[in-house]
């Protein structure tokens, strides 16, 4: 599947759309929380982050996130990459650790993916 990228409000059933047909009911994101932007359907997140950082995105402001567009909100993003785990920032897991950043990915997602 072509990565996608969403600087701008796109409708949740097409992201939906795009889960259906890559992973069934989950589609992988990378969220540039400085740019606030998405990569949206890589296989990896890590390919998402490459197209993100060939446009010109900083590593430190990539998150990787993972969408269930048929979630309800507050349930909709699970905070899951390998690409998160950076001990240099603090960030020691997969998940996102500091709650700052989390509330920046969950309101870019939510701007750029309304209900």
């Not at 701008?8 to 097409?14: H, N």
């Amino acid at each position: 599947m072509e990565i996608k990228l969403v600087d701008k409000p796109i409708p949740l059933s097409d992201v939906a759309a795009m889960a259906e047909a890559q992973f069934g009911e989950m589609i992988k994101a990378t969220v540039d929380v400085e740019r606030k932007m998405l990569a949206l359907g890589g296989d990896l997140h890590s390919d998402e982050e490459a197209l993100l950082l060939e446009g010109g995105s900083k590593q430190e402001n990539l998150w990787g996130i993972n969408i269930y567009p048929g979630n309800a909100e507050k349930e909709r993003v699970e905070f899951d990459s390998m690409i998160n785990v950076r001990p240099s920032q603090n960030n020691r897991s997969r998940g996102v650790e500091d709650p700052k950043i989390r509330e920046r990915i969950l309101g870019i997602v939510e701007s750029l993916i309304p209900s």
